[in-house]
């Protein structure tokens, strides 16, 4: 949506192998649940490298138009 604008936070759990393995939208200003859906396949397609254990953090995407 190229219109969309506002902030998404979500929680991730990342495995030690490096994949997501859990995702939360914990704030959704831009209220658009197809974007929101959007947001989440692409995070959950990320990968990183391996680690001694596995890691969760929060992140803010901020978007506008």
């Not at 190229?2 to 939208?25: K, L, W």
């Not at 929101?36 to 969760?56: H, K, M």
């Amino acid at each position: 949506n190229p219109r969309a604008s506002g902030t998404i936070a979500v929680r991730v759990t990342i495995s030690a192998r490096g994949s997501v393995t859990a995702f939360q939208i914990t704030t959704d200003s831009v209220n658009d649940r197809d974007f929101a859906l959007c947001l989440e396949d692409e995070i959950r397609s990320w990968r990183f490298g391996q680690a001694a254990n596995e890691y969760t953090g929060s992140y803010s995407f901020t978007f506008s138009r």
